[in-house]
C-alpha cells in the first residue's frame, strides 16, 4: 500500500489528492487523508535527506515541496471545518437524520459532544487529532450557532497544529529511520496512536463530570 500510496508522490497530482482528501474526511473520517500527508513528507524528505536513504522504489524527480505541502494541508483542513460549520448551522433537522444513519459519527456525537461543549476552545485542537472528533466540533459549532470568529481561530490553530505533526512525523521520520516505507508505516502508527490520545483526552471532562 505505501508503495502505491509512494508512486503518486511523483506527481504534482498528490497536491490536489492531499486536499481534497483533508477537505473531505471531515464527511467522510475513514479517508486516509493524514497517510497521503505523511506519505508526500516521507517522499520529499527521501529526495532531499544528506546522507543515503533507503526506498524500496527510485526516487521520483518530482517530490512534494514540504512547505508547500505545509500549507495546503492547513488550509484544506480549515477549508473543511468551515464546510461542516454552515452546514451545521443550516441541516437542520436534514442534518440530525443524516448523522443517525452513520454509526460512527452517531457513536462519537454521543461520547465527544458533551465533552467538546464543556471543554472549550483547546478541545477544537485536541479533537482534530481523535477519530471523528474534527466532524463532532465543526458540525457541533455550526449547530449551536456558535460565531464564525469564535470558531475560526481555533480552526485555523488545530489545522496547522495537525498538519504540522503529520508533515514532520512523515520527514523527520524518514530523515531520522533512513528509510522511507519504515518511516511511513511507523508515522502513521504514531499518527494514530495521537489520535487515540486525543479521544481519551477529550472524553475525560464527560467522564469526571459523570462521576460528581
Known amino acids: 500500500m505505501f508503495e502505491t500510496l509512494g508512486s503518486l508522490t511523483a506527481s504534482p497530482w498528490i497536491y490536489a489528492l492531499v486536499a481534497v482528501s483533508i477537505v473531505l474526511d471531515v ?6 487523508s493524514g497517510v497521503l500527508v505523511i506519505t508526500a513528507a516521507a517522499a520529499a524528505a527521501a529526495a532531499g535527506a544528506t546522507g543515503p536513504v533507503s526506498v524500496s522504489v527510485p526516487v521520483p524527480e518530482q517530490v512534494p ?4 505541502l505545509l500549507v495546503i494541508a492547513t488550509t484544506a483542513s480549515v ?13 437542520g433537522a436534514r442534518l440530525d437524520r443524516a448523522i443517525a444513519r452513520s454509526r460512527r459519527l452517531t457513536r462519537a456525537h454521543e461520547r465527544l459532544g458533551t465533552a467538546l461543549a464543556r471543554g ?3 478541545l477544537v485542537v485536541v479533537a482534530r487529532f481523535a477519530p471523528a ?4 466540533v465543526s458540525l457541533g459549532a455550526g449547530k449551536t450557532q456558535r460565531k464564525v470568529a ?20 512523515g520527514y523527520f521520520g524518514t530523515q531520522w529511520l533512513g528509510t522511507q516505507w519504515l518511516g511511513t508505516a511507523l508515522s502513521v502508527v504514531a ?3 495521537a489520535g487515540a490520545l486525543a479521544a481519551f483526552l477529550v472524553r475525560r471532562p464527560e467522564a469526571a463530570a459523570a462521576t460528581a
Open 65 to 68: 515541496d514540504i512547505l508547500l
Open 150 to 169: 469564535e470558531f475560526l481561530p481555533w480552526s485555523v490553530l488545530a489545522g496547522m497544529a495537525w498538519a504540522g505533526y503529520s508533515v514532520a512525523l
Open 79 to 91: 477549508l473543511g471545518d468551515m464546510a461542516a460549520y454552515r452546514l451545521g448551522r443550516r441541516g
Open 191 to 193: 499518527l494514530f496512536a
Open 27 to 32: 464527511f467522510l473520517p475513514v479517508l486516509p
Open 133 to 136: 472528533g474534527r466532524s463532532v
Open 120 to 122: 472549550g476552545g483547546a
